[in-house]
């Protein structure tokens, strides 16, 4: 088990990372308040790890209720997180309640909101069973559910007590979601692990071929970076660089979700191909060459993930872009690439250069 | 102009009271991240205020948004919630926009957890108008809205960047909603500043009278009282005492609120029967005269409000007391009073005792 700790404080937590962690109740009871937990999960998940982890933790003395959700980035609204309300207010569970997350980002997102805004806010745990919600939606307290205009719109800061991430759920990860999660891995290295990058250029084929010792490794790397990331700018309050650096391919990226319409991309395969276009945007202001675009999109197509965009238009594009969360007084601040390794913030690119990458970039 | 300090480290924040607050934007305007700002209010409030506040505001060069409300804690829910949103989202609101809140309790809780969860927080400032919210629910960062299943029990910690207390809005408050604002002016008196309480017996005709010092006065010391618990225990984790003495006859008025469905009681007219319960269950323990519930009662009275509970049956109320967030492991805690003065959180009455004391004190 490799095990690190993401430093906030009194809000501090630590990340173990390793096989069979799932039913180690021994590493989730020292993390509860009460003997009592509300597991949160889905209908794909849930029949693969629920009983995996509820069977030890009963075992253990701890009352365990499971709220099965329906699966899919389309549940992640409203309407879903009221039945996690319906159902913990149902089962009387009170302020010392621990909400477990097992499942992919959205659970985990869900489920942190409501233990964010459940009684003004109860104790949670994150079991991600995915690579994506392993190497960054579990780390770093971002919580929340999406808008009809809007993705994650609507959320929370709440940081768990504990990150669990047990690789053997990788291996009944559909191949399109283990890619998805390699679209974020990849992230680490272009914005500020070089080293990574190149390590990862030399194993993305042990990755892809959900090698053990390779993933464990690329999560614990992934989530160094990420846990240095947020301990240094919790909240995304920094105005230059920070947290903000780790949405490199995200606002190109939620154009694609929201203009599809959520769960038609997964999210890390619209940030891959957001990323491209952030690549090819910062070569247009004369960041980058052609030569370290085609390295981005070489890496991650061979993690098979797609690497143009959904052809929406460009208007459109900057439309949904307009929404987004990194616009601050109406100026579109976008993450892109001053070298390979090393990402900025920038409010400053021209319309015209933000149009011709998404042309270029597009299916 | 009277001002205090909530200190809260990087969350502290000023409540300035008096007249004529509502027009002065230089009073608002240092507060703000960027010079945009969505004014929430609701039907009532609206006509009356609204335009005090915005004119002067947009004269500053301030771009105003406004967000108009149904009026009634029957709107306290995901529905008038999502409204909110719904418009941020449309005018493109992004996270340096300031919400503020203009109205009472439902307002603020309403639009502070807004400014809690939208894009996972943005800025919010506390306009209150109503006597309760000025000396209660706009200080000390609890907001939330309702669950069929219970009276704020989705929510958030989220504290305000500042609080203007316009005591002139008082005069166009109606009589039953002064009287509920008097029962938690009270609450302070009984619970940590017995030189208040009397100060308030010597002196409640003229708070009923709607003299602008006395107002003003009573305002003030009931923010610094709360500014000081709230300061020791923000969020309410002390595990006695603490935040949690705020709720002096709350869990016995939550019970009165959800058993005659939101909106038929005032918030502080089911506290100030509450108050006189739990005063009788002090009794009851040993810890207060029977002329000391009477002295409760009394000045409870005299502020306009109701002393005894709705029927609901000692069983009910009960039933309803379960579900409150002051529920720990299963155990009731309630706040009692050990003497006139001085309260104390309490788990361990015994069940007959608050039967007793419930039946006592009800219609």
Redesign the interface.
């Known amino acids: 088990m490799r095990s690190l700790n993401v430093s906030l404080g009194t809000r501090s937590y630590p990340i173990h990372i390793g096989g069979g962690l799932l039913s180690q109740a021994a590493l989730v009871t020292p993390h509860l308040r ?1 003997p ?1 937990v509300a597991i949160v999960s889905n209908e794909t998940v849930a029949p693969l790890y629920l009983d995996k982890l509820a069977a030890p933790l009963r075992a253990a003395g701890v009352a365990v209720a499971e709220i099965i959700l329906p699966d899919g980035e389309a549940y992640k609204n ?1 309407e879903t997180l ?1 039945r996690i ?2 159902r913990l ?2 089962e ?1 569970c ?3 309640t621990t909400l477990i997350a097992l499942g992919g980002g959205v659970i985990g997102d869900l489920c942190g ?1 409501a233990a ?6 109860v104790p949670f745990i994150q079991v991600p069973t995915t690579l994506l919600a392993q190497v960054d939606s579990s780390v770093g307290g ?3 559910i999406n ?1 009809p ?2 993705k ?6 709440w940081q768990p007590q504990l990150v669990l991430a047990d690789t053997d759920t990788l291996q009944t990860l559909p191949a399109r979601e283990l890619a998805a999660g390699l679209a974020e891995v990849v992230k680490y290295g272009l914005i500020r692990d070089l080293p990574f990058l190149e390590w990862l250029e030399a194993h993305m084929e042990a990755l892809v071929a959900r090698d053990g010792a390779a993933l464990a490794h690329a999560i614990e790397r992934s989530c160094r970076n990420k846990a240095e990331v947020v301990a240094a700018d919790e ?2 309050t920094a105005s230059e660089g920070g947290r903000a650096l780790l949405n490199l391919g995200h606002t190109f990226g939620h154009a694609i979700e929201t203009g599809l319409g959520y769960g038609q991309w997964l999210h890390g395969e619209a940030v891959a191909a957001g990323t491209v276009m952030a690549a090819e945007l910062s070569r247009r202001l004369g960041w980058l060459h052609a030569d370290e675009v085609e390295r981005v999109r070489r890496l991650l197509a061979r993690a098979g993930l797609p690497v143009r965009g959904a052809a929406l238009g460009a208007e459109r594009y900057l439309e949904l872009m ?2 987004d ?1 990194k ?4 100026k579109l601040r976008l993450v892109l690439l001053k070298r390979i390794g090393e990402a900025v913030t920038h409010a400053d690119a021209p319309r015209a250069d933000i149009v011709a990458a998404i042309e270029a970039c597009c299916a």
Chains 1, 2 share one sequence.
């Open positions: 009460t009592r409203w009221n309300f319906d207010l149902a009387r009170d302020r010392g909101f964010a805004s459940y009684q003004r806010g971002k919580t929340g808008h205009r809007g994650n719109m609507i959320g929370a800061f909240l995304e307009g929404h969360k616009v601050i007084a109406g």
